[in-house]
Each structure stands twice: as C-alpha cells, then as structure tokens.
C-alpha cells in the first residue's frame, strides 16, 4: 500500500495564507456586499513596468519566428540575464560574485524551501521569531523538526526572538547553529540590518562552519545609504552565505515569476565522510536535474529591469509602495497605535490595541472595517499580540483602509 510523507502530518492546521483566505472567503460569502479591502498577503498591485513589457512582448515575436524561436534554455538561466545581475545587484556594489554563481528560478520562495535538498538532516537549524513561514515548514516537510508544542514551536529548530524590545534585531545564538535563516529588510517586521549586525553574523557562521541563507527579496526598499542591500557587502560572505533575490517586489513579477539564487563557487559544507563538498555544484545538479529553467519571455522582461527605463519605472514602484507605507504609520501613529517597519520594507507592523491577540484583531479589523491584514501570531509565537499590515494595494485602498481603520482603533 502507498503511504505518505508523515512529515506534512506535522505540520499546523493550515498554512497561514491559505487560513487568512478561508476567513475571508467565509466572511465575503456571508456579506457579499462588504467593500473589503486586502493588505495581508505582500502581492503586488501596479502594473509591470513597460520596460519589462515591451521586452516580453518582443521575446513573444521572437517565439513566432523560427531563425529567433527558444526551446529548453539553459536550467541555471540565459548569461544576459546573470551577467546584468552579477553588474548592477552585486558588482556595482563592491561584491564579488560572478554571474556563473547566479542561478536563475520561478521564485525566491521556491528556492529558499528547495536549498534543503542539498543539505543533510543532522543540522541544527536557526530562524528569526516571528519568521517567514516558508522557512519553518519547508524544514518539517523535509524531516527536518520534531512535533510543534503548544505555542507553534517544532522541536529540533532554535528560534531567535525579534521584538521591540531588542528593536527587531537578531542576536546571535550562544550555542553552534550549522543553517541560519536571515531576512532583512525583515518579513514581517520590517526592521533592517546594518553592516556591523550582518558583520557579527557572518564572522559566527564562519567561526562556526555554518551556512547562511540570506532572504533579500526586499533590497529594493532600503532607502537609508548606510544599510547594505546583500549581505555580500560584508567581508568573508562568500565562505558562509547563500543569499535568495526576486523580482516579485521590486518589478511586481508575483504573477510573472522570475528570481534568483546565488551560490558562490568554493562555497562547502561537510559530507558524511567528513570531506568538504562544495555546494554550487550540489545546486547545480539540483537545477539540472529538478528544474527546466524560467521561460525565455520571462527572462528578458527581467532583463529589461536593468535597462535605463527600466531602472527609473522600478524607482518609481518602489516610491510608489513606500508612500503607501508611509500612510500607514502616519495614520496609525497618529490614531495612537504602536507601529514599527514601513521605513525601507513595505510592511508595517503593528501592536494590537487593548490587549487583543493577533487573530482576535484580524476577526475584528475585517468584520467591522473590512479590511485584512495579517496576523503576527502566524509568523511565529514572537509574532503573538502583533499585525502586519501591507503597502502593496492602489493609494485609494490604502487612503480608505486607514479611514476605516482609524476611526474604529483610536487609542
């Protein structure tokens, strides 16, 4: 008889989206003229930037043209894409990397539950509290975890609470950790990282011979000149980092699917033999082997992010969602609710008024504003007491959702 990964069987009721959506289907089938208006989930509004439409509309006649036509392209992605990421992601800021150590992907989502794949199942484990879900419950699904106690925690993993009162910041584990989970700007916090924070965690994980795995899908909102973008900004990243980009928020590619992986050559981790084996050609045999590559229209619509025009519409987003977020604050600041983030992240995240725990606030918020968030709980027992809300809407949503807000939540 067949059986199942008993693994998935560890894992919580639902995931938190997939919850957020059933109570709202719930809600909108018992109210259907309610004018609900969505900021939970971090997807994008606004359209593709013309430069990247213009390129895809392109790259579709080239497909109609059989001396043009693309087939299977390359699993790791075509060298125009890699080579304008390694120049203006990472070699226009100081960092050395290569575009053969660029893997491109549908998704940093994908990639950051795939990376699992090449590593053992021995590893202690580290990620932030609240956290990224995908985090979490791709290492239960991969066998990586015990059972979750009574607050959401699985055994087997070592959670490093963020909150207001270290101002969101990650402090580095007393005990060796071997795959450390970092995300900043911060999901969903949206606190950030400094030079001197990233230093402290790569000359650890160095120490330690641990690994990494740097979430940067939100560079693009760090307005603050001091703070990096890539944690292959600091000195000896390339020892001990695998660092995850996308597409998603800065070019609005959610629905288009484009991201990248990068794995620096040289880059190892122990084998049960205790030799050293280096992990970009884990990675690779993995893409090769797993992977089909990200279509050719697809890539050069992300391709045509680095053209001139395509650098001033991706600023002229990320303006865009930032005011947004700093609506949010100011309007929530002002009707005296706590708030922190929304500064170079588009999340805003904040306190529950009244002593209210996070889906209580979510219940609320939506049957008496008809307005979704998400709750802090579902990112982790840290997140307990705690909400995001998202700049990723049109500016009258966000304009109306603060009304309602507001005038529901002044304290």
Known sequence: MATVNDNYLKLKAGYLFPEIARRVAAFTEAN????????????????LPQACRDAMIAAVNDMGDRGSFKGYGPEQGYLWLREAIAK??????????????????????????????IF?????????????????????????TG??????????????PISAENDFTAAIPDTKVDLIYLCFPNNPTGATATKEQLQAWVDYARANGSIIFFDAAYEAFITDDSL?????????????VIEFRSFSKNAGFTGTRCAFTVVPKGLTAKAADGSDVELWKLWNRRQCTKFN????????????????????QIKELIAFYLENAAIVREQLTAAGLEVFGGINAPYVWVKAPNGLSSWDFFDKLLHTCNVVGTPGSGFGAAGEGYFRISAFNSRDNVVEAMKRITEKFSV
């Open 88 to 117: 203006h992601d990472f070699q226009a800021r100081g960092c050395d990397i290569d575009a053969s150590e660029i893997f491109v992907s549908d998704g940093a989502k994908c990639d950051s539950g795939n990376i699992l794949d």
């Open 293 to 312: 590559g990200v279509s050719y229209i697809v890539q050069r619509g992300a391709e045509a992010v680095y053209s001139e025009a395509g650098q001033a």
């Open 228 to 240: 990096p973008h890539s944690i292959f900004e600091i000195e000896g990243a390339r020892d001990c």
């Open 147 to 160: 059972d979750a106690d009574d607050s959401g925690k699985y055994g087997g993993l070592t959670y490093i």
């Open 32 to 47: 259907p003229d309610a004018p609900v208006i969505k900021l939970g989930i971090g997807d994008v509004t606004e359209p």
């Open 120 to 144: 053992g199942h021995d590893n202690t484990i580290a990620v932030t509290d609240p956290v990224y879900p995908v985090y979490v419950d791709t290492n239960v699904m991969a066998g990586n």
